[in-house]
């Protein structure tokens, strides 16, 4: 990846919606050689994707939390079993595995704290391995979305 790459991905991570004519003049390329670079940029994974910031307040869910999890067993066959099924729960926004105790961090998103409350008794708390929850609330977002330091 040289200088004209990291270019490219500064300018996607300011306007995923950019044209490729657009990239090109932002950058100073053609649009033939632009092209190229961006399609092998998406081939390579450096782009991952492309998607639209939501609000989240905006659309009802204004309550956030980080849990943090202590596994009854560090196994493989326990970790795999709670990464699957930490997966498919559509209000944990994000799940990391941390070295140490705890053993996860998660953070999830709700309506309202009733939301929250029914999302802990229901989902957090039965998945599989867990010994221990512990949370704590959001009181507001000081960095958010930041992009890559490329």
Same mark, same amino acid.
């Given at each position: 990846?040289?200088? &004209?790459?990291? !270019?490219?991905?500064?300018?996607?991570?300011?306007?995923?919606?950019?044209?490729?004519?657009?990239? @090109?003049?932002?950058? =100073?390329? +053609?649009?033939?050689?632009?092209?190229?670079?961006?399609?092998?940029?998406?081939?390579?994974?450096?782009?991952?994707?492309?998607?639209?910031?939501? #609000?989240?307040?905006?659309?009802?869910? +204004? $309550? !956030?939390?980080?849990? $943090?999890? /202590?596994?009854?067993? @560090? #196994?493989?066959?326990?970790? @795999? /079993? $709670?990464?699957?099924?930490?997966?498919?729960?559509?209000?944990?926004? !994000? @799940?990391?595995?941390? $070295?140490? #105790?705890?053993?996860?961090?998660?953070?999830?998103?709700?309506? #309202?704290?009733?939301a929250f409350q029914e999302i802990y008794d229901q989902q957090l708390s039965t998945l599989p391995g867990v !010994?221990?929850? /512990? +949370? /704590?609330?959001?009181?507001?977002?000081? &960095?958010? =979305?930041?992009?890559?330091?490329?």
């Amino acid at each position: 990846m040289d200088a &004209v790459d990291k !270019q490219i991905l500064v300018e996607l991570q300011r306007d995923g919606r950019l044209t490729v004519t657009e990239l @090109a003049e932002r950058i =100073g390329l +053609s649009l033939s050689p632009c092209h190229r670079r961006l399609r092998a940029l998406e081939r390579s994974g450096a782009i991952a994707g492309y998607r639209a910031h939501l #609000d989240p307040v905006a659309l009802g869910l +204004s $309550f !956030q939390a980080l849990v $943090f999890v /202590t596994m009854r067993g @560090a #196994d493989r066959d326990t970790v @795999a /079993t $709670f990464e699957n099924a930490v997966s498919d729960l559509p209000h944990v926004l !994000q @799940a990391r595995r941390l $070295f140490g #105790d705890p053993d996860y961090l998660l953070h999830v998103i709700a309506r #309202d704290l009733p939301a929250f409350q029914e999302i802990y008794d229901q989902q957090l708390s039965t998945l599989p391995g867990v !010994q221990r929850l /512990t +949370s /704590t609330l959001v009181m507001k977002s000081v &960095v958010e =979305g930041r992009p890559l330091p490329l």
